[in-house]
């Protein structure tokens, strides 16, 4: 799993958003390829469509256990209910590692930027932004979930 975890780095220094680079490093664990996967996690980067809303490595391990998880029953309340609660587990988990789930506030923005360009990756934004300790932090939590369901 620590391979997966580096990999979620690697990919969020590469240039990809921090969903996509959690969801990507997982995502042949449920028969997606990697251009699916940035595909599906696309919209979340920057705290969803860059609106610095639910942080987006959160977000992308929110949709890992929607496939590990979700309910594909409309009527399976029970399934649903499981789901929500590794949800709010794993969002609890991620804010007490990092102080808030929101990315804004992770950011130290006052307000968000009202753009929707991402920043040029350049050394000074790998300096300024803790995205990659937040890509690391939710690929890692993703990564004991698994490795405490297999026990």
């Known amino acids: 799993m620590k391979d ?32 699916q996967a940035l595909r599906m996690s696309a919209s979340f980067g920057g705290g969803i469509g860059r609106m610095r809303q639910t942080c987006g490595a959160a977000c992308g391990m929110f949709l890992l256990a929607g496939l590990e998880t979700g ?3 409309a009527k399976d309340r ?36 009202g753009s929707s360009v991402p920043e040029a990756r350049t050394e000074q934004y790998y300096t300024k932004r803790p995205c990659v300790k937040m890509v690391e932090a939710a690929a890692t939590i993703w990564a004991e979930y698994l490795e405490k369901q297999q026990k």
């Open 4 to 35: 997966r975890v580096e990999k979620a780095v690697e990919l969020f220094k590469s240039g990809y958003n921090c969903s996509q680079s959690v969801v990507a490093a997982f995502a042949d664990m449920y028969g997606f390829t990697e251009e």
């Open 78 to 113: 029970e399934g649903k209910a499981a789901n929500y609660a590794l949800v709010q587990e794993l969002a609890a988990e991620f804010k007490k590692r990092n102080g808030s789930l929101i990315c804004a506030e992770l950011l130290g923005l006052q307000k968000p930027e």
């Open 71 to 73: 309910a594909v029953d």
